[in-house]
């Protein structure tokens, strides 16, 4: 008979610095024991999951939060232990994110902005066109100016460390369009041509594509890219 050693997975893990701010440098070491012949690691990053295949990981996060481990380890016949920890590894810092419905908006136009689970002692967010307001909760900011616009959420806590959330969304904000128009003269024959002066006008991000002119006459109305 051949008597396998019974698995018993385990890990250690060492935080490489004392810094009370990221980027925080760890280590996952695997002290499991048995006869293992494989495994592998699942470890949560800022970004998702990911699995690593070495003894040692080496692993740097630049965002404040807690993130899990779990080490899986399996012998030859199959067999398999593991080791799940929730929460083990602890970036610290402040936390909170920023959330938003990232739109098509005519200047000027309100967006709502709602944080989320804000725990530090002074946030900030900067909405990207210039102006960086202190807030305390939800707020509502109104976008005066044509442009794309990446807001962000500055946190600071209690120790001085500052973090700034990933921006992953835009708002794009454009200048409406200005109808204008006139004739170049007020009072026409029946059978005098008509002269339409276009004095309308668009923006370098939202330029006018075409024109519908609807003539009040009955007639079709027609299409033009320009005149």
């Known amino acids: ?39 592998e690691w699942y470890v949560e990053r800022e970004s998702g999951y990911f699995t690593y295949f070495t003894d040692e990981v080496l692993l740097t996060y630049s965002e404040p939060g807690e993130y899990d481990v779990t080490l899986y380890i399996y012998n030859t016949v199959g067999c398999e232990d593991s080791l799940y920890l929730p929460n083990v590894i ?21 967006v709502s902005f709602t ?3 804000l725990d530090a002692d002074l946030a900030y967010i900067d909405f990207g066109d210039g102006d960086t307001t202190l807030i305390t909760g939800d707020v509502t900011y109104s976008y005066e ?17 500052s973090f700034s959330a990933v921006c992953d969304s835009s708002v794009f904000a454009y200048n409406p369009h200005i109808l204008d128009f006139g004739f170049s003269d007020s009072s026409y024959c029946i059978t005098d041509s008509l002269l339409m002066v276009n004095f309308s006008s ?26």
């Not at 044509?146 to 120790?159: A, H, W």
């Not at 923006?203 to 890219?225: E, F």
């Open 145 to 161: 100016e044509e442009g794309v616009f990446c807001p962000t959420i500055i946190l600071i806590d209690s120790t001085g460390c």
């Open 115 to 117: 944080v989320i689970d």
């Open 202 to 227: 668009g923006s370098d991000l939202n330029p006018i594509n075409s024109y519908t002119i609807d003539w009040g006459d009955g007639t079709d109305a027609i299409v033009l890219s320009d005149f």
């Open 90 to 110: 602890n970036v610290p810092g402040p936390t909170g994110s920023l959330d938003f419905i990232a739109d098509t908006i005519c200047t000027p136009s309100e």
């Open 1 to 39: 008979n051949v008597i396998f050693s019974d698995l018993n997975a385990d890990f250690e893990l060492e935080y490489l610095t004392g810094a009370a701010c990221p980027p925080i440098p760890i280590s996952l070491t695997n002290t499991s024991t048995g006869d293992i012949t494989d495994f």
